[in-house]
């Protein structure tokens, strides 16, 4: 490790606390040295440590894997753990993710959002009835095409961090939009052959402008998702399968 | 997520109201709409650039959508039907895709911010597609009107005189900077939409299909505004003998021998 001395970063967060009547919201700039592989995540760390311990954000796991400390990193969602400051000009604005409730500071409820969602879409295997029932823990699991297995965890690699959320232009305007992690999902369950749903009953999900039609194809979800999921080619799967079902 | 509206959809369903396949219906006739009308717009501007070929080009163009090749004579009223047509196109399209449109003065504060916090190409692009979608409500209308009304009036000099001594330069002006982004924006959106051109790799025939957006854009422009320039010096120089059809070369030398 180099002796240098690094930049010096001056970071502006949007610190407000709705729970706090009085309190107005504020930007406050707070200037530290940059070590090397600082990310925004260790850089916020020390500011809470050394100048202000009041500063609220989110953080667990520090390797993007948890989703919680997803902010607006110069105006663009993203995961503070994985940013590095490196990357970024000295002068970094932060400011908590818009759309979703707001804790304090930088931290957001993402998780209440996420659980609404989760609810209203139905995101887990829907078996039918009768197999239901004469679901036995002595019955063998059915094999699965290793391929389609991947795919399925492939999508199944969302952490809801929301950043997709943030950064759509469409839920900004239109709050009921369910966005780009609820149509990945029900992509995630319409692939998966133990979810016994039909095209129809997808359709009573995200057969409306509030789903797969209210989406407008901005890509701001495709361009700020942290974990590189394929949003762009899911949506417009699940817009076909919508679009080309035919009642029976 | 609070989802307050979906309730009408909940009781319907138990009671056995299946969901509607309407908003499935509509978003494929605005693509589909879309696609034609920016298809025909790509036609229309090689025809109309026939003008750059010369005068006599672009009147043996203006005989042939007349029919003149296929029936002998020149029948003006096929041209209305086309436009008649075109403006049908027209009216669905927009009457579908304003559903998109922001719709309080708080959805646009909204967007306008988001768009400023964001600086994403994609995000912004959408915003000039409304601007130049709003836009051709009244400039696009107003020329198909004349179009469907005049179809008599397309020529050398027809054209030209309609746009300089009956004032279209301008309206044609705007009305082209508005079709051209409009159209490639929307065909790049609909690739992107419909998954058309994903192929293995969707993030980078994304990229490769931004480029060809902007190459399309380009090149439309520059055969639109070369060909609106030939119109208003031939417009200018016929200023004059306003009103005065074209007649081609070749029966000029018809009538000399």
């Given at each position: 490790m180099s002796n240098e001395k690094g930049r010096i970063l001056k970071i502006s967060v949007l610190k407000y606390n709705p729970?706090?009547?009085e309190d107005k919201p504020k930007i406050v700039t707070y200037e530290l040295e940059e070590a090397p592989g600082m990310t925004l995540f260790i850089a916020l760390n020390e500011i809470r440590q050394h100048?202000?311990?009041s500063l609220k954000f989110d953080f667990v796991c520090r390797a993007g894997i948890c989703g919680s400390c997803s902010m607006l990193i110069n105006g663009k969602p993203g995961l503070a753990c994985r940013a590095l400051t490196s990357k970024m000009d000295a002068d970094i604005t932060l400011a908590p993710l818009p759309v979703f409730e707001l804790i304090g500071d930088l931290s957001v409820f993402t998780g209440k959002w996420m659980s609404g969602m989760n609810d209203r879409l139905e995101t887990w295997i829907h078996e039918k009835e009768e197999e239901e029932k004469a679901c036995s823990c002595d019955t063998i699991e059915e094999t699965m095409d290793p391929d389609l297995s991947d795919e399925i965890y492939e999508l199944d690699r969302c952490i809801e961090c929301g950043c997709c959320v943030a950064g759509c232009g469409t839920i900004v305007m239109r709050e009921n939009f369910v966005g780009a992690v609820g149509l990945n999902k029900i992509a995630r369950y319409a692939i998966d052959p133990r979810d016994k749903r039909e095209d129809a009953d997808y359709y009573d999900l995200i057969g409306d402008e509030d789903g797969i039609?209210?989406?407008?194809?901005?890509?701001g979800c495709e361009d700020v998702c942290p974990k590189d999921l394929p949003l762009q080619s899911k949506i417009a799967y699940m817009r076909r399968k919508m679009v080309a079902m035919k009642d029976k | 997520m609070e989802v307050v509206q979906t309730r009408v959809d909940e009781v319907e369903s138990k009671f056995g109201v299946k969901k509607s396949r309407t908003p499935a219906k509509l978003d494929y006739l605005q693509s589909a709409t879309g696609l034609m009308l920016a298809l025909f717009m790509w036609a229309h501007m090689i025809l109309v650039s026939s003008i750059l070929f010369g005068k006599d080009t672009m009147y043996e163009v203006s005989k042939l959508m007349e029919g003149k090749p296929f029936f002998g004579e020149s029948y003006p009223i096929l041209v209305t039907f086309t436009a008649i047509l075109l403006a049908t196109i027209f009216i669905t399209h927009a009457a579908i895709a304003?559903?998109?449109?922001?719709?309080s003065f708080k959805q646009y504060t909204l967007y306008r911010a988001h768009m400023k916090r964001m600086k994403h190409s994609d995000t912004n692009l959408w915003f000039y597609q409304i601007f130049t979608g709003f836009v051709m409500f009244f400039l696009g209308s107003i020329h198909l009107f004349i179009i469907m009304t005049n179809s008599a009036d397309i020529g050398p000099y027809a054209s030209s005189d309609r746009i300089v001594s009956e004032w279209m330069a301008p309206l044609y002006l705007l009305l082209l900077l508005a079709v051209e982004f409009h159209g490639s924006i929307g065909l790049y959106r609909l690739s992107i939409k419909w998954g058309?051109?994903?192929?293995?790799d969707p993030k980078a025939n994304r990229k490769k299909l931004k480029k060809f957006k902007w190459a399309i854009t380009a090149f439309f422009m520059t055969l639109g505004l070369l060909s609106l320039a030939a119109y208003i010096k031939i417009g200018l120089e016929h200023k004059a003998n306003y009103g005065e059809k074209y007649i081609p070369t070749s029966e000029i030398q018809g009538v000399i021998k």
């Open positions: 729970q706090v009547k100048q202000d311990n039609f209210g989406c407008m194809s901005l890509m | 304003i559903r998109k449109f922001p719709g058309w051109f994903d192929g293995k």
